[in-house]
Structure formats: structure tokens, C-alpha cells
């Protein structure tokens, strides 16, 4: 597909690649998605699964009322409405090791007064204790979390552990003090007004992928699946083909290429490029299961296999972040080890009921000081080549809402690049 304005071909259709065409559609010039794998989503998506005959995520992901990159996605492709969450930032929690249940309350506002409320912060801590992660916002130097706080005590095992390791995919005490920083000023310090969860009941591909498709196949983008990249041609300064094995893509003047593809695969296409290379896996489990109306969409274990149990009619959702410990566990001890847990939080049954147990092994990059300090920014060293992607230099962990935002990034950058040769 050609333009007189040139064409943009971006190199993977997972949510950032995706979030750089929906923000492009409407810049004058054809866009053309390449796609390695059959479907679009990349570790963002749905699909039917026979062994629980439901329709499940290969990861449950968790967008917060204050990640506004993924809700003006949403919105702009119509979806914004299915992103469903309590009325107000609460996050209820059990302790499996003592059976002891409370609920953390954000509230609605924008000022994180819960931390003077003993009835709203985690239980046994004081209003002081906090004053820790607020020294992080001044950080002047990345260092591991736990060269700054404690890893012990009431904060560190019920508020900086679920809320942080869930983000980062990463135990707290070894991840960048930079990242962790960059959550609180986006999340805690801005209280219930960005804390409240939105969760995708029908799917996060109905949400945010197959909806994205649409929208831009009816912009006239085209999308080529089973499309790999196999290489780059540069000439000087550019990229001046495209080598996809079997056909040969040549660049005109005005034409600009987005990589979207995880950093390994990026690795593997741009010279020297310098990118994360540590990977931390993520375990999702689900369970076709009649829960309680009553049930909250989600509660936080303390003291157990799982960390985050997601609830809905029929269906029991599991995730466990940093799970190298059970990555090659078989399979079914490793559904029966989270389903023990499931059961005695929600006093449900302990037979197990139809499963599906998701591994990523390369689910994130390790969010440490030095795999922080790898992520390179959407700019390159060619001129119309420029990078998307959860790893890249977002300011944010390799969360949905950074992928997104690199996809904006990149797509920016393209419009300025092409104001800038006129």
C-alpha cells in the first residue's frame, strides 16, 4: 500500500503496535500492521479454551482508574464502557497464615488521606510508616528497593508486596527504586481517583484487541498475519527495506517503520541495539467455578501460593507475578496448589474443578535498577525506524498502560519526524 505521504509499517500488532496505528489512522498517511503470528494481541489477548470451555485471558490484566493512556484507547475505539470495577478503590485481602481478612480503602478522592485512617490503611501500621515510600519520590539515583526500606513489618508484607510485585513482576526488594517511584506518584499518592480497579469481565481481547482490529480495518489499515520479519536493509541513515523472507518491502522517501515486538526479537532485527534481557514469568490460572454473588472481583492473598484471585459468574481467575518457583512444576500440582488456595479464601469446595494453567516464562522484563537502565528510548539512530513496546523507556513497568503509552510515543514521533522533513 503506498501514499503520497508515505506509508508507516509497523512490525507487530500486540497493544502497542496497535496503540501506534489507532493513533495514526486519521494522519493522511497508509498504514500497513506486519504480524508474525496468526493473531493479533501479542500477551494481551482472549481465546476459547476447551479444557474449562470458557473464554479466557492468557494473562489477567489490570487497568487502575488513573491509567488514562489505556482508557482513551479504549474509548477512542468504543470500549471504554466494558472496563467494569467496584464503585470505589477498595481492595479486600486475606492472610492465609492467620486467616485474618481486611479491606484497604483508597476512597474516591485524589489525596491520599487513607494513610491517617487506621480503618482504611493496612492494619497495624501507623501514619509514619508511609513517610518511607514518600522519600522514594526524591530518589536521585536508581538503586534496588531495598537498599531504601525495610522488607519487613506490617507495610512491606501487606501494601508494598501485593501492590508493587503485581506491577512489576518482581520482588520488591530487587526492583528499580525509579519504577517503584514512578507507581506511587501515578497510583498511591493520588489515592482511590487512580486506584480503583477496572477489569475486563468478557475478555481482555473485547476490550482492547479484537474491538482495535476493527476499528482500524474500517480506517482502510491493512493487516498482513503469518507476516514475519526476518531482517532490516539499512542505507545510511534509513531503513531502506523490509526483508520478510519471502518478499522483499522497498522504503520510499516519506515511508517510516514502527518495531513493536518484544525486546528479545527487537534484539535480534536492530545492530547494537541495547535492550532489556532479563525476564522475569507471570502464572495465570483459571477455574470454571460457581462463585458467590457476593464475591468481590478481586481479593489479595498475603501468605499463600496466589497473589490475586479475580472473580466472576462461572469463573475463578488466578495470577502469581515473579513464579519462577513454579515454572516447571507439573501442571496439575501446580492447578492444585493454587486451587487450595482459592478454596480457602472463598470457602469453596476443595475437589478441583475444570482448569487452564497459563506460563509466560518471559512474561516481563526484570524490573531491576540494571534491566531499567537497558530500555532504550522510541528514537534511533535511523531516521524513520522507531521502537514500541512495554520494554522500552516508558518510565513505567512492563505494564499495559506503558505499552500503550509507547505506542503514542512512537506514533508522535512518526507525525513529528514527517513535519520536520517537509
Same mark, same amino acid.
Not at 282 to 292: E, L, S, W, Y
Given at each position: 500500500m503506498r501514499s503520497s505521504e508515505g506509508t508507516i509499517h509497523i512490525i507487530g500488532a500486540g497493544l502497542a503496535g496497535l496503540a501506534a496505528a489507532v493513533r495514526l489512522v486519521d494522519s493522511g498517511r497508509a498504514i500497513v500492521i506486519h504480524e508474525a503470528t496468526e493473531q493479533a494481541g501479542g500477551r494481551c489477548r482472549s481465546y476459547y479454551d476447551e479444557a474449562t470451555g470458557m473464554l479466557i485471558d492468557n #494473562?489477567?490484566? !489490570?487497568?487502575?482508574?488513573?491509567?488514562?493512556?489505556?482508557?482513551?484507547?479504549?474509548?477512542?475505539? #468504543?470500549t471504554e464502557a466494558r472496563l467494569e470495577g467496584p464503585a470505589a478503590a477498595d481492595f479486600p485481602f486475606v492472610d492465609l497464615a492467620t486467616d485474618k481478612r481486611w479491606?484497604?480503602?483508597?476512597?474516591?478522592?485524589?489525596?491520599?488521606?487513607?494513610?491517617?485512617?487506621?480503618?482504611?490503611?493496612?492494619?497495624?501500621?501507623?501514619?509514619?510508616?508511609? !513517610? &518511607?515510600?514518600?522519600?522514594?519520590?526524591?530518589? &536521585?539515583?536508581?538503586k534496588p528497593l531495598g537498599k531504601v526500606i525495610s522488607g519487613a513489618g506490617p507495610l512491606y508484607e501487606r501494601l508494598i508486596t501485593p501492590f508493587f510485585l503485581a506491577a512489576l513482576n518482581i520482588k520488591p526488594l530487587k526492583a528499580s527504586t525509579?519504577?517503584?517511584?514512578? !507507581?506511587?506518584?501515578?497510583?498511591?499518592?493520588?489515592?482511590?481517583?487512580?486506584?480503583?480497579?477496572?477489569?475486563?469481565?468478557?475478555?481482555?481481547?473485547?476490550?482492547?484487541?479484537?474491538?482495535?482490529?476493527?476499528?482500524?480495518?474500517?480506517?482502510?489499515?491493512?493487516? *498482513?498475519?503469518?507476516?514475519?520479519?526476518? +531482517?532490516?536493509?539499512?542505507?545510511?541513515?534509513?531503513? &531502506?527495506?523490509?526483508?520478510?523472507?519471502?518478499?522483499?518491502?522497498?522504503?520510499?522517501?516519506?515511508?517510516?517503520?514502527?518495531?513493536? %515486538?518484544?525486546?528479545?526479537?527487537? #534484539?535480534? !532485527?536492530?545492530?547494537?541495539?541495547?535492550?532489556? *534481557? &532479563?525476564?522475569?514469568?507471570?502464572?495465570?490460572?483459571?477455574?470454571?467455578?460457581?462463585?458467590?454473588?457476593?464475591?468481590?472481583?478481586?481479593?489479595?492473598?498475603?501468605?499463600?501460593?496466589?497473589?490475586?484471585?479475580?472473580?466472576?459468574? +462461572?469463573? %475463578? *481467575?488466578?495470577?502469581? *507475578?515473579?513464579a519462577e518457583r513454579l515454572s516447571r512444576l507439573p501442571r496439575s500440582d501446580v492447578a492444585h496448589k493454587i486451587w487450595e488456595d482459592v478454596a480457602k479464601v472463598m470457602k469453596l469446595p476443595r475437589k478441583l474443578p475444570p482448569w487452564q494453567l497459563v506460563r509466560e516464562r518471559r512474561a516481563t522484563f526484570s524490573a531491576t535498577p540494571e534491566e531499567n537502565a537497558k530500555r532504550p528510548p522510541a528514537e534511533t539512530a535511523w531516521h524513520n525506524l522507531?521502537?514500541?513496546?512495554?520494554?522500552?523507556?516508558?518510565?513505567?513497568?512492563?505494564?499495559?498502560?506503558?505499552?500503550?503509552r509507547s505506542g503514542n510515543r512512537a506514533a508522535d514521533l512518526v507525525g513529528r519526524n514527517r513535519r520536520i522533513a517537509a
Open positions: #494473562g489477567t490484566h !489490570l487497568v487502575l482508574s488513573g491509567n488514562h493512556a489505556a482508557r482513551a484507547f479504549a474509548r477512542t475505539i #468504543g479491606t484497604l480503602r483508597f476512597g474516591n478522592g485524589s489525596l491520599p488521606w487513607w494513610i491517617f485512617d487506621k480503618r482504611r490503611r493496612v492494619p497495624q501500621t501507623r501514619a509514619i510508616d508511609y !513517610l &518511607s515510600l514518600v522519600r522514594l519520590l526524591w530518589a &536521585s539515583t536508581d525509579k519504577l517503584v517511584a514512578a !507507581l506511587i506518584r501515578e497510583t498511591l499518592a493520588l489515592a482511590g481517583k487512580a486506584c480503583r480497579p477496572l477489569l475486563a469481565r468478557d475478555g481482555i481481547g473485547n476490550v482492547f484487541i479484537e474491538p482495535a482490529v476493527d476499528y482500524l480495518r474500517r480506517r482502510g489499515v491493512a493487516m *498482513s498475519f503469518k507476516h514475519e520479519l526476518h +531482517g532490516f536493509v539499512f542505507a545510511g541513515r534509513r531503513v &531502506s527495506e523490509l526483508d520478510f523472507g519471502d518478499e522483499v518491502v522497498k522504503l520510499g522517501e516519506n515511508d517510516a517503520v514502527i518495531l513493536a %515486538v518484544p525486546a528479545y526479537a527487537a #534484539g535480534r !532485527l536492530v545492530p547494537e541495539l541495547q535492550a532489556p *534481557s &532479563s525476564f522475569r514469568p507471570i502464572v495465570n490460572a483459571h477455574f470454571r467455578v460457581d462463585v458467590p454473588d457476593s464475591s468481590p472481583p478481586m481479593i489479595g492473598v498475603i501468605n499463600g501460593t496466589t497473589d490475586w484471585i479475580f472473580t466472576a459468574p +462461572g469463573r %475463578v *481467575s488466578v495470577t502469581i *507475578s515473579d522507531f521502537l514500541a513496546g512495554d520494554w522500552t523507556a516508558t518510565g513505567l513497568p512492563a505494564t499495559l498502560e506503558g505499552a500503550i
